[in-house]
């Protein structure tokens, strides 16, 4: 069956432009998460949604990224005003009902350069 | 607030050698898992431990738990080029927060 998928798969924007990525889950899963990495660096945890609501906001680094999802479905992860330091690849999850922490299976990402 | 620790950050061993990655939390957590990442892939699911002391096996992969839920492992026995990648623990502390430990990167020389 159809995995997590992402789009863009590659994003290349300018410093001070807002951006959109979007995340397709699994159909079914109930759960939906947002992951950061960095080169060579591991995962940094943003956002987590269970439905349509986001019980755990605290890894968003700034007031400039904000993330819905929408029908339980597609999540979309937005940041404003960019800055070089947001280039990472930004990696979406979503886990099958079963409570707070099952397995979690990843899209390929998003890799965002800003300029 | 919570934080997970992984040693060693690099290890690179000669083919058919064991290697042992170790998983540390400054909190008890309720489980642990443990996700494995290709060069230019994503993470993909390997294990969740969840009872203290737990130990389980995959194949040549052996996962702990420790008794005091802070700390896990994870040995490869007799590594093959296959088992190349990141290896990431990631724990929940009781629904209070997750956090990935910054990973392990094997490398295995043929």
């Known amino acids: 069956g159809a995995g997590v998928s992402q789009s863009p798969s590659n994003k290349v924007t300018e410093k001070g432009k807002d951006v959109e990525l979007r995340c397709d889950p699994i159909s079914g899963h109930t759960a939906l998460y947002w992951y950061r990495q960095s080169l060579g660096q591991g995962l940094e945890f943003l956002i987590y949604?269970?439905?349509?609501?986001?019980?755990?906001k605290s890894g968003l680094p700034s007031d400039r990224f904000s993330a819905e999802r929408t029908g339980g479905s597609v999540s979309t992860l937005t940041i404003q005003r960019t800055q070089q330091e947001d280039s990472a690849v930004y990696l979406c999850a979503s886990s099958p009902p079963g409570g707070w922490l099952v397995e979690q299976f990843f899209g390929p990402g998003t890799r965002l350069t800003v300029l | 607030g919570q934080q997970v620790m992984q040693i060693p950050q690099y290890q690179h061993v000669q083919e058919g050698e064991d290697f042992t990655t170790y998983c540390n939390s400054s909190?008890?957590?309720?489980?642990i898992q443990w996700y494995k990442q290709r060069p230019g892939g994503h993470p993909v699911f390997l294990i969740q431990l969840v009872k203290s002391g737990e130990v389980k096996k995959q194949k040549r992969l052996t996962f702990q738990f420790g008794e005091a839920k802070k700390n896990s492992s994870l040995h490869i026995t007799a590594t093959q080029t296959t088992d190349v990648g990141t290896y990431f623990c990631?724990?929940?502390?009781?629904?209070?927060?997750?956090?990935f430990g910054p990973g392990t990167r094997l490398s295995v020389l043929p």
């Open positions: 909190t008890t957590l309720s489980n």
């Open positions: 949604f269970q439905g349509n609501s986001a019980p755990d």
């Open positions: 990631a724990g929940d502390n009781y629904g209070q927060n997750f956090v």
